[in-house]
């Protein structure tokens, strides 16, 4: 099996990251090849070098407002090393036309809500107001608008009477740790019985999305 060389960009501590390295192995069709954080001190950085993994910290703020040339440093990092495929985990800037076109097809996302639904950030707590009894995640190409990309697999969970943002944030992250592995080797060509479950679950739980 030829694995996807992929890039996941991070902000934050990276669990979805660390759902993505713990899935990885013999039969996974992928390979996590570096992680690239805008901050240097992004938790998931950490996750990375732990598992032997290169780390690089491109620091967003000395660009200013100049995304482009923020971007055209991470365009360039990947290139290097022969990424196939960017996976956003927890990545907390809005990418510009620039990256979105250079990487089209080969960007992907996961967003904590059953989109179309709840775009965009606080979608947790913004459920709730709407009374929603389903919630969930969803792993998507991304595409210039903010979370309006082709939907690959979804997955949905209940929104109990007692749930708070922070209750259901923590549900969601569940069902993300679950999706994101799943979808990944979906559209990285998962082969034999590895790429048939991982094509199984994701049809499974998109089947849960309202």
Same mark, same amino acid.
């Given at each position: 099996?030829?694995?996807?060389?992929?890039?996941?960009?991070?902000?934050?501590?990276?669990?979805?990251?660390?759902?993505?390295?713990?899935?990885?192995?013999?039969?996974?069709?992928?390979?996590?090849?570096? !992680?690239?954080?805008?901050?240097?001190?992004?938790?998931?950085?950490?996750?990375?070098?732990?598992?032997? !993994?290169?780390?690089?910290?491109?620091?967003?703020?000395?660009?200013?407002?100049?995304?482009?040339?923020?971007?055209?440093?991470?365009?360039?990092?990947?290139?290097?090393?022969?990424?196939?495929? $960017?996976?956003?985990?927890?990545?907390?800037?809005?990418?510009?036309?620039?990256?979105?076109?250079?990487?089209?097809?080969?960007?992907?996302?996961?967003?904590?809500?059953?989109?179309?639904?709840?775009?965009?950030?606080?979608?947790?707590?913004?459920?709730?107001?709407?009374?929603?009894?389903?919630?969930?995640?969803?792993?998507?190409? $991304?595409?210039?608008?903010?979370?309006?990309?082709?939907?690959?697999?979804?997955?949905?969970?209940? !929104?109990?009477?007692?749930?708070?943002?922070?209750?259901?944030?923590?549900?969601?992250?569940?069902?993300?740790?679950?999706?994101?592995?799943?979808?990944?080797?979906?559209?990285?060509?998962?082969?034999?019985?590895?790429?048939?479950?991982?094509?199984?679950?994701?049809?499974?739980?998109?089947?849960?999305?309202?």
């Amino acid at each position: 099996m030829t694995k996807q060389r992929v890039g996941v960009l991070v902000s934050g501590r990276g669990s979805n990251l660390q759902a993505l390295m713990d899935a990885q192995g013999p039969f996974c069709p992928f390979e996590i090849a570096v !992680v690239i954080a805008n901050l240097p001190d992004a938790g998931g950085l950490q996750i990375a070098r732990d598992a032997g !993994v290169e780390a690089i910290a491109i620091d967003h703020r000395p660009f200013g407002k100049d995304r482009s040339a923020f971007e055209r440093e991470i365009d360039a990092a990947l290139r290097a090393r022969s990424i196939d495929l $960017v996976a956003l985990a927890g990545f907390m800037r809005v990418l510009s036309a620039f990256f979105v076109t250079a990487w089209a097809q080969r960007l992907v996302n996961i967003h904590p809500s059953l989109l179309p639904a709840f775009p965009g950030l606080d979608t947790h707590a913004r459920a709730l107001a709407a009374g929603a009894k389903l919630h969930g995640c969803s792993v998507h190409w $991304v595409t210039e608008g903010v979370d309006t990309g082709p939907i690959i697999g979804q997955a949905a969970v209940p !929104v109990l009477p007692d749930d708070t943002p922070e209750s259901l944030a923590g549900r969601v992250l569940q069902a993300e740790h679950l999706l994101y592995p799943a979808c990944l080797a979906l559209v990285c060509g998962g082969e034999g019985a590895a790429g048939a479950a991982a094509r199984d679950t994701a049809l499974f739980m998109n089947a849960w999305a309202p």
